[in-house]
């Protein structure tokens, strides 16, 4: 079965420097999130999308920026870099219709040099 | 807001123990509860779940019963093995919160031989 896919999978950017991360949802999810791993913590919500239109928002920074396309796919846009981004990026899709399960990619390991 | 409160660890025991990871949540309205694992370098897998009071999720030997009057989703498994070494994640979701998923600190469990 289709699963949730993440790219990269690993990126290494230097502080100020701006980044792109992508996810393509599982076919026929409607509903994508975005997560932010930090070294040992706990994943962090930062923002969501419900058929191409933001849904909701966490604690996602102004220098973060996030989209859904017209495919679903989704695009984590992420400038003037800082140290404390370095995180595991997940991406996480969902049927509206299947109410609560998210199905999660194998995210994307940022660090920030 | 909805917040959830588990057993960190770390948790390490022999092969074949039997495993309790306590999960508390503060939620409104009526959340469901999930537990996801994360294994060394990889994403989030959920393992089981709960939509409602007294439901019992399970999966892999893996068990854990929705309590509303204590608030609580313990997970237990009565014989770990080697392969079930990874950290474990308590999380929440709700309607009223867009179905984001709110998730516990984690707890990394180890299991030796």
């Known amino acids: 079965a289709a699963g949730v896919i993440q790219s990269p999978r690993h990126l290494i950017k230097e502080k100020r420097e701006t980044a792109t991360l992508k996810c393509y949802p599982i076919?026929?999810?409607?509903?994508v999130y975005w997560y932010q791993q930090g070294p040992g913590q706990d994943p962090q919500f930062l923002i969501s999308?419900?058929?191409?239109?933001?849904?909701d928002k966490g604690s996602i920074p102004d220098r973060f920026s996030a989209q859904q396309f017209s495919d679903y796919h989704s695009e984590l846009n992420m400038s003037s870099l800082e140290l404390g981004d370095s995180a595991l990026y997940f991406c996480?899709?969902?049927?509206?219709?299947?109410?609560?399960?998210?199905?999660f990619g194998a995210g994307t390991r940022l660090s920030v040099l | 807001g909805n917040s959830v409160t588990q057993m960190e660890g770390p948790v390490t025991l022999s092969e074949e123990a039997f495993l309790t990871i306590n999960c508390t949540y503060t939620?409104?309205?009526?959340?469901?509860l999930f537990w996801y694992v994360q294994y060394p370098g990889e994403g989030l897998q959920l393992l089981l779940k709960?939509?409602?009071?007294?439901d019992k999720g399970s999966n892999k030997g893996f068990e854990a019963t929705y309590r509303k009057e204590t608030t609580s989703f313990h997970l237990e498994k009565g014989s770990v093995q080697v392969s079930d070494s990874a950290v474990y994640f308590c999380?929440?979701?709700?309607?009223?919160?867009?179905?984001?998923?709110?998730f516990g600190k984690g707890t990394l469990l180890t299991v030796n031989p």
């Open positions: 996480a899709s969902r049927q509206a219709s299947a109410k609560n399960i998210q199905y």
């Open positions: 076919p026929r999810h409607d509903t």
């Open positions: 999308f419900y058929e191409k239109m933001q849904s």
């Open positions: 939620a409104t309205g009526y959340p469901s």
């Open positions: 709960a939509t409602k009071a007294d």
């Open positions: 999380a929440l979701s709700s309607g009223g919160s867009n179905y984001k998923l709110t």
